[in-house]
């Protein structure tokens, strides 16, 4: 998928289900926040 292609389909979602996340699912976004680069100087916090 190229970069136009995801901005034309992308949406934002306004209802959520009551289902919880797998906790593996959990462990993996907060890594993926931890790895990610920053410009930032400031250390980030997660909540």
Known sequence: MDF???IQER???R???PEHLPQ???DRILKA???APT???Q???FY
Do not use: A, D, K, M
Request: glycine share 10%; aromatic share 14%.
């Open 4 to 6: 136009e292609q995801l």
């Open 11 to 13: 949406y934002s979602v």
């Open 15 to 17: 209802n959520f289900t």
């Open 24 to 26: 593996e699912v959990i």
């Open 33 to 35: 926040g931890h790895v």
């Open 39 to 41: 410009g930032e100087i």
């Open 43 to 45: 250390p980030f916090r």
